[in-house]
Each structure stands twice: as structure tokens, then as C-alpha cells.
């Protein structure tokens, strides 16, 4: 998992939107890292802030995942008797991944690739062009 002080970096440039202009997603992204920082519960779970462990990390992506895909079992979202909108649980999804370091971009917008360096490409060796043998009579 990424260290603290990146979480809050990142929650920084999450909040930097004022509360009126600031999406569900962001939102979503705010109390993620709020969980994982242990200064609230699980957004989605409701489980306590404690010293969070990767597992359960990757409990509440998938959480995040089953609410998002609609599959059996999961809460339901909002307006059809749920508390969340798409917007905020992919939100959670998304900061929860780039935690784990399985999303190279932030919802803060941070991304993991350096800015400057040349991006490599290696076109792929061409294979020769195929023949039909004409067969004599």
C-alpha cells in the first residue's frame, strides 16, 4: 500500500474543490483515504478506523465493485433505495485501487508515470507477404 503521506497528498488535491462544486466522486475518493488514514469508518462497509490491513483494502474494492456492477447480494445504490450514488462508490473504487497500486492515476489527478521521459515504441518485425504456389499442369 502507498505510504501516508501520498494518501495525503492526494486527499489534498481532493479537497481542494470547494464543498459546493465538489462531485460525489471526490467525495468517494475523500472518505476512502479518511478511512485509511484512520480518521473515520469504511465508507462503504461501515467498518471501524482502525489500522486498516491490505485485505481489507482489497474487501472494500470489491465491495465497491459488486455495488457498482449490481451483482447479488451487494447494497443497492441510489435513488433505488441505496445511500450511494455511482459516482461516490467509484469514487471509493478508485482511490481504494490506487492505494494498492493498481491504478496509475489518482482521483486527485496524480499519476504514477513521469511526465518527461520518452514514451519507447517498438513497431513489431513485419512478416513477408505470402505467395500461392501456381501448380503446373
Given at each position: ?59 472494500e ?9 449490481n ?60 505467395y ?6
Amino acid at each position: 500500500m502507498r505510504p501516508p503521506e501520498q494518501i495525503t497528498a492526494d486527499r489534498t488535491r481532493c479537497e481542494s474543490y470547494r464543498a459546493a462544486s465538489r462531485t460525489d466522486f471526490e467525495q468517494g475518493a475523500i472518505d476512502a483515504y479518511d478511512w485509511l488514514l484512520g480518521r473515520g469508518p469504511a465508507p462503504l462497509s461501515g467498518a471501524p478506523a482502525a489500522p486498516v490491513a491490505p485485505q481489507s483494502v482489497a474487501e472494500e474494492e470489491l465491495l465497491a465493485h459488486d455495488i457498482v456492477r449490481n451483482r447479488p447480494g451487494a447494497p443497492p445504490m441510489y435513488p433505488v433505495g441505496g445511500r450511494w450514488t455511482e459516482s461516490y462508490v467509484l469514487g471509493v473504487r478508485h482511490a481504494l485501487r490506487w492505494t494498492r497500486y493498481a491504478s496509475p492515476t489518482s482521483p486527485g489527478g496524480s499519476t504514477d508515470e513521469p511526465a518527461d521521459e520518452p514514451v519507447l515504441f517498438v513497431e513489431p518485425p513485419r512478416r513477408p507477404p505470402r505467395y500461392r504456389r501456381r501448380w503446373e499442369d
